[in-house]
């Protein structure tokens, strides 16, 4: 019962801090989009990818992923400025399981990042760049889920294990940067060369794009299962490694 | 010197042990090679408001997060409302409110946010909630600001929010740390008043730590001096006073004070202790009017010219000098101790 009422707490913070943060969720939106209109337009004329999809179509997956994996590693680095800013301390001292903590401030966090994405989705949607019924958006959905939880709790692993805010570029450069381009987000993974291909194949977020390429009707390259089953090994691996760091950081 | 018995380190008296709320055994702490606390003996009463005073650095945050579980100890034990602080952490937890020394608000919530976010933390339901809501942020005098973020809250304000805050739970024992550290003049008297407040309307056993004397003796009913993480003194602030004896006589010397000079001093009837620092120089003596002439003497001799003296009661940085052999105030200037230390006419024991 104490558990729940924590989760809800943290996720209900989460979420009031989101409402008023306008400018950081045009900012946090603008970059995918970006990607999505610049480079969906810039490469468009010239990409067909097997004679019927267009570039724009191709990356729309991609996009609603990107979005999801920027948003979602941030929001569980974000448990770095609770500690520089010392509230976390006001959380770890109350008496209240550091694991319903760690669930609750990742809810919060999965559900708006989820929203940014299906704000995506919707746009894709809107324009005839993916086609979904109502099988494909409970698919999407899961994928999306999977995708955001895993990248969340990856975040709040960093955030625990992290000092302060300056290792965030670093994250975004060795991280979060190669994750998204290494992911089959940009380009299909059909015909790569061998060491590309092998980087691409560990990269988790490979299975999420290409899961939600299936939902929407796209080209995917994996069954779909698979990519549901790698997927979901790897959320409960990254919730493990969250739960587990978080636990023994000190405020 | 002849008045090491006064200063004998304030543990091991147990007399207090029958209605303890707080009660702490033979508790250390390591970081590294570091010993923050060593052997610290203490018992804190129901309802007292306790002081902890000592120099940033002696040990007082350690101590304090230690009682409130945030911090193992690396030995001893100590226990709050009769649960173990190392191993029944919620239960302690649940019975303690703690103000920490840095700012730990939401900035990006409200007044009243932070103050329901804690309450649900503390589980309690959304009607308890509102009323303790009410009565809290109207105890810091903070109703019309409840609604704004407190963001946009002065350094005073957010201080009130949190003691409001730590009080949400309506804790048994409520710690704060250096609860007006940077704060000016009027605002710390406010605070202190909010302080005096609740001890008054709740009867709760508070502990503060500070390194102002004034606060101190203007709040707690008893102190602890705290010093290189050993407790040096205990008893209540004239208790403390009264150890000293007498009257404090300050020279001040408009020439250069030789090191004789302060060594016939202290040669001199009813001297029981002489410091010295940037041409002041402080004593320690059982009568200061019959001292002052006998002191203008001994200056004369000496070719020392005193510019001014004043003779009044030993206040409590008077007795952190004498205890530890140097200013409270000048801890953070680095060095001055070291000066200090070989003027020190009494060693403290280990």
């Given at each position: 019962?104490?558990?729940a009422?924590?989760?809800h707490t ?5 979420l ?6 306008k ?12 990607f999505?209109?610049?480079?969906g ?8 990818y097997r004679?019927?999809v267009?570039y ?21 680095l974000?448990?770095?400025w609770?500690?520089q ?10 008496p209240v ?23 995506f989705l919707?746009a ?12 494909g958006?409970?698919?999407?959905l ?7 939880a895993s990248?969340v ?18 994250v ?7 994750v ?5 987000a940009?380009?299909?993974?059909e ?13 988790p977020?490979?299975y999420g794009v290409?899961?939600?390429r299936f939902?929407?009707g796209?080209?995917?390259?994996f ?7 790698i997927?979901?090994?790897?959320w409960i ?7 587990f760091?978080?636990r023994?950081?000190?405020? | 010197?002849?008045?090491?018995g006064?200063?004998s ?7 207090r ?5 707080i009660?702490?055994?033979?508790l ?6 570091l010993?923050a606390?060593h052997?610290?003996?203490l018992e804190?009463?129901?309802?007292e408001?306790?002081?902890?005073l000592?120099?940033?650095?002696a ?7 230690i009682?409130g579980?945030?911090?193992p100890?690396?030995r001893?034990?100590?226990s709050v409302?009769?649960h ?15 103000v920490?020394q840095e700012p730990?608000?939401d900035d990006?919530?409200t007044?009243?946010e ?14 308890m909630?509102?009323s ?16 704004d ?17 730590g009080?949400?739970h ?7 740390d ?18 005096r ?8 056993t508070?502990i503060?730590?500070t390194h102002?004397?004034d606060?101190?003796?203007?709040l707690?009913?008893?102190?602890a001096?705290?010093?290189r993480g050993?407790?040096v003194a ?5 208790g403390?006073?009264s150890r000293?004896?007498?009257d404090?006589v300050?020279?001040?010397a408009a020439?250069?004070?030789?090191q004789?000079f302060?060594?016939?001093l202290?040669?001199?009837p009813a001297?029981?202790?002489v ?11 059982t009568s ?5 002439p006998?002191?203008f ?5 000496f070719?020392?010219s005193i510019?001014?003296?004043?003779v009044?009661?030993?206040n409590l940085?008077?007795?952190f000098i ?7 105030r ?7 101790k ?9 060693e403290?024991?280990?």
């Amino acid at each position: 019962m104490s558990f729940a009422v924590t989760v809800h707490t943290l996720w209900l913070r989460e979420l009031t801090r989101f409402r008023r943060s306008k400018s950081r969720l045009i900012g946090s939106m603008a970059m995918p989009a970006i990607f999505l209109i610049f480079l969906g337009s810039g490469f468009g004329s010239f990409f067909r990818y097997r004679s019927n999809v267009s570039y724009m179509e191709f990356i729309g997956p991609g996009i609603v992923s990107m979005s999801l994996l920027f948003s979602s590693m941030f929001g569980g680095l974000n448990v770095l400025w609770d500690k520089q800013f010392g509230f976390l301390k006001e959380i770890l001292v109350a008496p209240v399981s550091r694991i319903a903590i760690m669930a609750g401030i990742a809810m919060g966090h999965v559900t708006t990042s989820m929203g940014k994405g299906l704000i995506f989705l919707a746009a894709l949607y809107a324009g005839h760049l993916i086609r979904l019924d109502a099988t494909g958006l409970v698919v999407t959905l899961i994928f999306m889920f999977l995708i955001s939880a895993s990248f969340v709790s990856l975040g709040i692993a960093l955030a625990s294990v992290m000092d302060d805010p300056h290792g965030f570029p670093l994250v975004m450069n060795f991280l979060i940067m190669p994750v998204f381009f290494l992911s089959g987000a940009l380009y299909p993974l059909e015909g790569l060369p061998g060491w590309l291909k092998m980087l691409t194949y560990i990269n988790p977020l490979t299975y999420g794009v290409d899961g939600i390429r299936f939902a929407v009707g796209g080209p995917s390259h994996f069954s779909p299962v698979s990519d549901f089953l790698i997927l979901m090994v790897f959320w409960i691996g990254a919730t493990l490694a969250g739960a587990f760091m978080f636990r023994r950081m000190s405020a | 010197m002849g008045s090491e018995g006064e200063f004998s380190i304030g543990s091991g008296q147990g007399r207090r042990a029958v209605s303890a709320i707080i009660s702490i055994k033979g508790l250390g702490k390591d970081f590294g090679n570091l010993k923050a606390l060593h052997d610290i003996d203490l018992e804190i009463e129901k309802g007292e408001l306790f002081g902890l005073l000592g120099p940033n650095g002696a040990g007082k945050t350690t101590l304090i997060s230690i009682l409130g579980t945030m911090l193992p100890a690396s030995r001893g034990a100590a226990s709050v409302c009769g649960h173990d602080v190392g191993s029944k952490e919620d239960a302690v937890r649940r019975s303690i409110g703690i103000v920490f020394q840095e700012p730990t608000l939401d900035d990006e919530l409200t007044g009243e946010e932070n103050l329901d976010f804690h309450g649900r933390l503390y589980g309690m339901n959304a009607s308890m909630r509102g009323s303790r809501i009410e009565e809290v942020l109207d105890l810091v005098d903070l109703e019309d600001r409840r609604r704004d973020l407190v963001k946009t809250y002065s350094g005073g304000m957010r201080r009130r929010l949190e003691i409001a805050r730590g009080l949400m739970h309506r804790p048994q024992v409520l710690f704060l740390d250096e609860p007006t550290l940077g704060l000016d003049p009027q605002t710390r008297r406010k605070i202190w008043n909010y302080i005096r407040g609740l001890k008054d309307s709740y009867g709760m056993t508070i502990i503060l730590t500070t390194h102002y004397m004034d606060e101190a003796e203007q709040l707690c009913s008893r102190i602890a001096i705290i010093d290189r993480g050993e407790i040096v003194a205990e008893d209540t602030p004239d208790g403390l006073k009264s150890r000293l004896g007498g009257d404090v006589v300050v020279l001040g010397a408009a020439t250069e004070v030789p090191q004789a000079f302060l060594q016939a001093l202290r040669e001199l009837p009813a001297v029981s202790n002489v410091e010295s620092q940037d041409g002041r120089v402080v004593l320690a003596v059982t009568s200061g009017e019959s001292l002052v002439p006998r002191a203008f003497e001994t200056a004369h001799r000496f070719g020392v010219s005193i510019a001014e003296v004043s003779v009044r009661k030993p206040n409590l940085e008077d007795v952190f000098i004498r205890l530890t052999g140097r200013e409270i105030r000048n801890e953070t200037a680095g060095g001055i101790k070291d000066r200090f230390r070989i003027y020190r006419g009494w060693e403290r024991k280990r």
